[in-house]
């Protein structure tokens, strides 16, 4: 009965919030898709030296201001070029030669920015590490409560099939308690894999400290002369350069200099790297003399801790399965959404029933 209780009040206080995340969650699991099937134009194959030469134009002028480049697609042949002119933020879709789809401002919820936003409202509330941190204790509880109520319905033995059959009540309570017990049971245990990673990812930047598994960077001048920025190399060659190290990958992003990080940022998609939208594999190229100062390589991460880490995006977005994984997710969140109707309508019709005067 103690379970019950805990069960049931902590799903109440939190139902408005997880509901909100299952739905921001379900909304954004195709994004790249739903966004792209509004740019017109032409699928074309990913050229590196048109790319290249595209970047270049952008970053010899004086205004737009490149900041970086990234797939808009699972097939990496279009990407966005985030910029700013005039101090407004912009993003500008371009094909894989580097031709002009379509050019939108940051501040409007137009042209896809919509997605971003859920995105952000998803991952932090739009709160930055402080939302991160609160969606991740939301998440603990979250967790929490799919074990104590997979507890309450766990089956005794050679009850299974009965317990996941459609419930056949006609009343008001148990027709809702078997549809809360059946759907329960049938997604509960990936929902917490699901869950599990969502929580870890929240808190991703404290484990990557705790357990020493930051990836391998550059390191920071140390002197104001190399605070300088001094970028000799052009954006093409360092895109060549980073392709070149491994042959087959796909472009994934593209950072450019800093003053207090005067080097490339390459992130690719390396043949035989675990499926996701954008890879983990990253080459750091110096903007001075166009040599590669560190990389990354997905496939061969040494340390078991930075393998886990770099499975937890895929595997709570569920791109570790491709679109049959992402499928799953999606029904994952719609699921939840579902348990906490039921959860809430149970809750009420209880409620209800208690008030009603007995009949004499």
Same mark, same amino acid.
């Given at each position: ?14 139902? !408005?919030?997880? +509901? $909100?995340?299952? /739905?921001? =969650?379900? %909304? ?5 898709? &739903? ?94 590490? !402080?939302?991160? +941190? $609160?969606?991740? /204790?939301? =998440?603990? %509880? ?5 074990? &104590? ?101 796909? /472009?994934? =992003? ?107």
């Amino acid at each position: 009965m103690q379970i019950k209780i805990i069960h049931r009040y902590i799903s109440l206080i939190f139902a !408005a919030l997880w +509901a $909100f995340q299952a /739905l921001t =969650g379900c %909304l954004i699991v195709f994004r790249w898709e &739903l966004d792209d099937a509004g740019v017109p134009g032409k699928h074309v194959t990913f050229d590196r030296h048109a790319l290249g030469v595209r970047l270049d134009a952008l970053v010899s002028e004086p205004d737009p201001q490149v900041s970086s480049v990234w797939a808009a697609t699972g097939r990496a042949d279009r990407f966005d070029i985030f910029y700013s002119r005039a101090k407004q933020d912009r993003t500008l879709r371009v094909d894989g030669h580097g031709n002009t789809l379509r050019d939108r401002d940051n501040a409007t919820l137009s042209d896809g920015n919509i997605y971003d936003r859920l995105s952000g409202l998803h991952m932090a509330l739009m709160l930055g590490d !402080a939302g991160r +941190a $609160f969606l991740g /204790l939301s =998440g603990l %509880l979250l967790l929490s409560n799919l074990a &104590l109520g997979l507890k309450l319905a766990w089956p005794r033995a050679g009850q299974w099939l009965k317990a996941l059959r459609a419930p056949k009540g006609k009343t008001a309570m148990p027709f809702l308690y078997g549809w809360h017990r059946t759907l329960g049971l049938s997604l509960c245990v990936p929902a917490i894999f699901t869950v599990t990673a969502g929580v870890l990812l929240a808190f991703d930047d404290s484990l990557t400290d705790l357990l020493k598994a930051d990836l391998p960077q550059p390191q920071t001048p140390k002197t104001a002369s190399e605070h300088r920025l001094v970028q000799a190399i052009a954006p093409s060659q360092a895109l060549n350069t980073a392709l070149d190290t491994y042959p087959g990958a796909t /472009l994934s =992003g593209f950072s450019t200099p800093k003053d207090d990080a005067p080097w490339y940022r390459v992130r690719l998609r390396a043949a035989g790297e675990m499926p996701r939208i954008w890879g983990m594999t990253t080459v750091y190229i110096s903007a001075r003399n166009g040599h590669v100062l560190t990389a990354y390589d997905a496939r061969q991460a040494h340390k078991p801790a930075r393998k886990m880490l770099d499975t937890l995006y895929p595997l709570h977005t569920g791109q570790i399965g491709g679109v049959a994984g992402r499928i799953v997710q999606l029904l994952i969140g719609l699921w939840l959404i579902a348990m906490i109707g039921l959860g809430v309508s149970l809750w009420w019709t209880r409620k209800r029933l208690m008030k009603k005067p007995i009949a004499r």
